[in-house]
């Protein structure tokens, strides 16, 4: 469970940063910088680059993603962006338009 939920009424723009995971019902707009984990849930948006430790999107992202673990797209999100993490997994049913780099060091 997340450490901060950003509700479905709740709308940020601008930078959020931090070191507690965040799950996304709402929307944000601007840059997402955290030293843990991001979760976009099912009617979420966010529209940001993003540079986090993980991310798992149930909903909708458009931007550059850094993940130093891993990138998770599960069935039914929408990203549009280039994803860049030495861990990706794409299920099916889940839209993705953009590149992907996987020419990172993993973590050991």
Request: glycine share 12%; with cysteine.
């Amino acid at each position: 469970m997340a450490n901060c939920t950003i509700g479905p009424g709740v709308s940020i723009s601008g930078r959020v940063s931090g070191t507690d995971e965040v799950a996304v019902f709402g929307s944000i707009e601007g840059n997402v910088s955290l030293e843990s984990n991001l979760t976009v849930e099912e009617g979420g948006k966010v529209v940001a680059d993003v540079d986090v430790e993980s991310i798992v999107i149930r909903g909708e992202l458009n931007g550059e993603v850094v993940a130093r673990k891993s990138v998770e797209l599960l069935a039914g999100c929408l990203v549009t962006g280039n994803l860049r993490a030495p861990r990706i997994i794409i299920q099916e049913g889940a839209r993705f338009q953009g590149n992907i780099d996987m020419d990172v060091q993993l973590e050991a």
